[in-house]
């Protein structure tokens, strides 16, 4: 099983970019599926973005389509997301998930079964 760590989250104004990343220990990063999740203040964690396994296919959440690129560079055991145009409520915990299912990233209902979650990196952005 991998183990993720996040990097790259901070403050930056609205309006801004910034890029999140997600390195991967172990050998069989390109098998997962990968995703990123938030989870803001008194909210629950959501759905922010999935990626499969090869990067051929991409999914977001409505509320960020159109400014959020999710991508993976397997050589590297990375997953990123690019975030542009950020708004004050993208303010959040940015979480890196993987299973080797790509259906449990993209259905709520099997969220809880994760095989692999980050501990997250805060992102914040000011108005």
């Known amino acids: 099983q991998v183990q993720v760590v996040e990097s790259g989250g901070g403050l930056v104004q609205a309006g801004g970019s910034l890029r999140v990343s997600c390195a991967a220990s172990?050998?069989?990063?390109?098998?997962?599926?990968m995703g990123w999740f938030r989870q803001a203040p008194g909210k629950e964690r959501e759905f922010v973005a999935a990626i499969n396994w090869s990067g051929g296919n991409t999914y977001y959440a409505d509320s960020v389509k159109g400014r959020f690129t999710i991508s993976r560079d397997n050589a590297k055991n990375t997953m990123y997301l690019q975030m542009n145009s950020l708004k004050p409520e993208d303010t959040a915990i940015y979480y890196c998930?993987?299973?080797?299912?790509?259906?449990?990233?993209?259905?709520?209902?099997?969220?809880?079964?994760?095989?692999?979650w980050g501990q997250g990196t805060q992102v914040t952005v000011s108005s």
């Open positions: 172990g050998r069989t990063f390109s098998s997962y599926a």
């Open positions: 998930a993987a299973d080797h299912d790509l259906r449990v990233l993209t259905t709520r209902s099997l969220f809880r079964h994760m095989e692999v």
